[in-house]
């Protein structure tokens, strides 16, 4: 039974459970509905709602589940020796999925019935062949055990998926029969019915918090996981990146951070002076038709995807910077550079600092403007004197959100920074990102459990350490500098 | 009190009249203009870089919305195509595309030859490479969706290869050509001469947004059928999960929640998570949806789950906002007459917030339509080439995205997915620009001032 | 009203300052002002009074083109300083603020120190040449303020820290750190409590020797307390300008009379 059959199942069951309710309510007070104490439909509702939320709730929780529980059963069968020969635990199991997808295909392609399947024999018939026919391509013969545990995964699967239907159906029942027989005139439905929505919209404020544990979680478990394999002083203080499939890879942090800093660096260098201008003068001296249309159009570079900003950095920016300044200058001969990702970046992050520098300086208010234009200081004067000053926090923080988002940045710089990891000062040499080595790291073909792969959440790890103190600093600052203002 | 003693008259380098400039006002006045000649240069620079973005990238794409295609009459002989002549399908699959290429080759050499195009400075295989090797595929799909074509002569449309389609779109010149293995001088003479006698010509692709992605070697047909549709999938699943959730939860923060530790937490969470790269929310995917539950990787509904979290602060922070509009005289006004409080919310604050989610909503779905760095992590990279099913199976089968095709686009090595990838662009920011238009409109139409 | 008493210091009524004759003002379609005939005299204290939004502020405003920082406002007639059309295209009005400095209705010392707010005005219009010159000025604005007692300790504490009476002594040194010739004061003491109110206004008294002052005021009391000069304005109008004594004990027009007894206003 498919989850979107028995999710339908549970809703026509509460659709069900709302009309008898919402009936069963008016016909205790024989159809006069001043005698009940909420409006019918919010006993029909109550029903609906013990109905279908906490069946839903445990599909998702079971669905959640069953794999890791699966994943257990299963593992345990799968001999020692199968599991060092592939290397890990994750690629046998890998194996074992595929192997259970291909019966499955098997099964629908040639017809076989259940005994047909149990009949398999790895050392009989060529199942590595016959799994290639339905598509599923091995890298080596199968074994015994592991077509065994693969069976097994398979059963599990179907048992466990017909106990969940069965499971989540008896709740929704369970839910229906309970919330119904409860129904009479004096019951509180609307009280219920509120309560029931309160705590649904609670425990969706929930998923907010829900998300950076998962988000906290995942980053220090894996990242302990690769500390277990790559020694953290190596991680931390090396000077070299360079990952070697065979294992023997030296994981250093440090060309990959100075490329980031590097790039974020040209980035701010373009965008701080020409967003705070551009912010100063809508502001400022723009009249309200020219910031009326000049605002929106400099905010359409903060609304193009980064992925567009990327092919600019790659078929234009790049070889244009190469071609005009690097090869003449001597400086180089790569279209991908910290220069190229740099300028692009500096072009997106301009809105994000206009926008918020906009904001902040109108915050300053015009009393300062007036003490200082009375005084006879030019606009100018009073800008650079007095409402900059005034406004320094805020744009600190403008700037110090915008460098955020400049570390965070990954489409531009996987497509305009290059992928060689060094240190160098020579900004139209092509180096690395930290957030191109997490994608590089994760879109490899390298096997999950290895330092290699799982240095990648060592890197996002650090990411988001890096962008969260930048954020939390910003945010105060600025929080701080609208307090003293209102 | 005071010293008047020390006040003299004003100050000697004061100019004795006001209507006369001195050094130092002159040098004030230059400064000003200067000061407010950088502002206007700040803008133009961003604007100019906003055109310079655009037309780069437009510019390099219209090209991918045509296609240069390669038209002949082929005379589907029975005698090959079916030689049991029973119209027996399973047949007449044993008759590969390499007997579809035979017919092919044949008819177009015929074509030449009628046309009086002198050939004999290439090889034959050469004039079958201007055509791409999906036309014998083609060919063999349409006889086998219709076997009663057999016998028939009929008007068949292939597609040029990316070199002579370049080479009309000017991309390759004879130049480039004697370079390049692909394509010599001598075969874009021949396709110059087709073009001439109108057997070749470049036409709208409608193919382009229809068709799924192709390998490495055959650029002309590749299509961003599936990218679109799994962009669909992904943004349908967004909008279902990211809505409910994002108002359900700012209904809570905004109206219901006491003031205390625990909301003033969940309020900087919110604020944090909006800021968050969105590589990280690509790890949280991988580790979360594919590693611990086991969801299949280049799954639209992964995708969609992931994008889901990335736009629900973004939804949030709009909904309250817009909440926050709504002035409390009408939640007054609801519970005056004895309504409960989440009366008053369900049935006055939030329609008359609506039009502010909705806006803030789309803007968030334009965000999420446009993320292409988790999407990378959870292998929406891989090759895709066959249509993901209808929902909801359709939702855990391989898919692509729109700008994740682009990427991908751009790491191949042939300069006509370039093309193809500022094509693929162009689609991207139309989906973008109707998505923000709609929420222009719905601000403009429903904007309130109380 | 027995604290109406009207100051019996002498008048001296030598020259105009400024003179200002038909100035209409515009805000957009809205005719603030209505052809205003005024003359500023020298070393004397002029009061302007009359119920809210009877442009008094408005023309206030005019005397050192502060309206120009207005986008909708226009500004028609003539107002002269020494002589010289304020409003001429040749005027910069930098150099005419400088001459026609203004304290507002709010305290608004600039986000620094005590000794940087004060020593603004000398610093952007170069009139000191060195730091000791600079230190002297700030020091004699302070005194002129009456604030120098008070703050000489902490001159580098920001002057967002001084209580309200103190930042709008301060702002008064400020504007005449610059030297101005007239000293235009837009309700000075409406954000004051009375001591503090009391301080400003015996200060108002002493600047006098130096300044023509210009005060607009909501409160009569205070017009007579420190004003040679009234002038009353009412829905735009000039309604009548003249000796303090004379407007608040024998005014000609009725509506001032009215004003002043408290049935208009």
Known sequence: MSVGLITLIVLGLAVLGFIYGRHRALSAVEGDARHLHSLPSYYGWSVFLFTAVPSLLLMCAWLIL????????????????????????????????????????????????????????????????????????????????????????RSLNASMRMAMAVAVIVAAVAGLVFAALRINPALRARNLVEQFVLVLLVSCSMIAVATTVGIIVSLVFESWHFFQLYPAKDFLFSTTWNPKFGGGSSLGIWPLLWGTLYVSFISLIVAAPIGLLAAIYLSEYATPKVRATVKPLLEVLAGIPSIVYGLFALITVGPLLR??????????????????????????????????????????????????????????ETIKRVVLPAALPGIVGAILLAASRAIGETMIVVMGAGAAAKLSLNPFEAMTTVTVKIV???TGDTEFASPETLVAFALGL???????????????IVRKYREQYE | MTDASMHDAAPQNRPASLLTADARTRRRKAAETRFRLMGVAAISVGLLALVFLLTSVLGNGFGAFRQTVVEIPITLDEAVLDKSGTRDLEVMKKVTTIGYGKVIQKALEAELANRGIDTSAVKAKDVMGLMSKEAAADLRNMVLADPSLLGQTITFNAF????????????????????????????????????????????????FLTMSDSSELRPETAGLGVAILGSAYMMIIVLVLSLPIGVATSIYLEEMAPKNKWTDLIEVNIANLAAVPSIVYGILALALFINFMGLPQSAPIVGGLVLT???????????????????????????????????????????????????????????????????????????VKDFPAAPPQGLMQPATALPVQVYQWTQRSDPAFVERASGAIIVLLVFLLLMNAVAIVLRRRFERRW | MNDMRIADRKVSTETAKMTARGVQVYYGENHALKDVDVDILSG??????????????????????????????????????????????????????????????????????????????????????????????????????????????????PGTGLSGGQQQR??????????????????????????????????IDELRSQFSVVIVTHSMQQAARVSQRTAFFHLGHLVEYGETGQIFTNPKDPRTESYITGRIG
């Open chain 3, 44 to 157: 004397t204290v002029t009061a302007f009074i009359g119920p809210s939004g009877c442009g008094k502020s408005t023309f206030l405003r005019c005397l050192n083109r502060m309206n120009d920082t207005v986008a909708s406002a226009r500004v028609l007639g003539e107002i002269k300083l020494d002589g010289e059309n304020i409003y001429d295209k040749r005027v910069d009005p930098v150099t005419l603020r400088a001459r026609v400095g203004m304290v507002f209705q709010k305290p608004n010392p600039f986000p620094k120190s005590i000794y940087e707010n004060v020593a603004y005005g000398p610093r952007i219009h170069g009139l000191t040449r060195n730091k000791a010159e600079l230190d002297e000025v700030v020091e004699m604005s302070l005194k002129r303020a009456a604030l120098w007692n008070e703050v000489k300790d902490r001159l580098d504490a």
């Open chain 2, 309 to 383: 979290l990335m736009t629900l602060p973004t939804i949030i922070i709009a909904t309250r906002a817009a909440l926050k509009a709504v002035p409390p005289s009408i939640r007054d006004a609801a519970l005056g007459v004895g309504a409960s409080k989440m009366q008053s919310i369900f049935h006055h604050v939030l329609p008359l917030a609506m039009p502010g989610i909705l806006t803030g909503t789309i803007l968030g779905l334009a965000r999420a339509l446009g993320e292409s760095a988790p999407l990378l992590l959870i292998g929406m990279v891989a090759f």
């Open chain 1, 323 to 380: 071609d005009w300044i690097a090869v003449p200058a001597g400086l180089g001969d790569s279209s991908s550079s910290v220069m190229t990702a740099g300028l692009v970046m500096g072009i997106m992050l301009i809105p994000y600092v206009s926008s918020l520098s906009d904001d902040i300086i109108n915050a300053v208010p015009q009393a300062m403007r007036d003490g200082s234009f009375g005084l006879g200081a030019t606009h100018s």
């Open chain 2, 160 to 207: 040029a290869t990316s070199r002579v389609d370049g080479f009309f779109k000017g991309r390759v010149t004879m130049e480039s050509a004697k370079l390049d293995s692909n394509i010599s001088p001598e075969q874009l003479q021949i396709a110059q001469a087709m073009h001439d006698a109108g057997i070749i010509e470049t036409k709208w692709n409608w193919g």
């Open chain 1, 440 to 442: 590089s790291q994760l």
């Open chain 1, 66 to 153: 069953q794999p890791s529980i699966i994943e257990n059963r299963v593992a345990a069968l799968v001999p020692e020796a199968d599991i060092a020969a592939a290397g890990s635990l994750n690629l046998v199991m890998a194996d074992v999925r595929r192997i259970a997808g291909g019966i499955d295909a098997m099964a629908k392609e040639a017809g076989l019935d259940e005994a047909g399947i149990d009949a398999l024999r790895a050392d009989l018939s060529d199942i590595r062949g016959r799994l290639a026919e339905v598509g599923v391509a091995l890298g080596s013969n199968v074994g015994e055990p592991i077509l065994n545990a693969a069976r097994e995964f």
């Open chain 1, 462 to 476: 650090t990411l988001f350490c890096f962008t969260l103190a930048l954020n939390v600093l910003a945010l105060v």
């Open chain 3, 170 to 203: 301060l702002c008064i040194a400020r504007a005449v750190a610059t030297s101005p010739e007239v000293l235009l004061m837009d309700e000075p003491c409406s954000a004051l409590d009375p001591i503090a109110t009391a301080q400003v206004e015996e200060l």
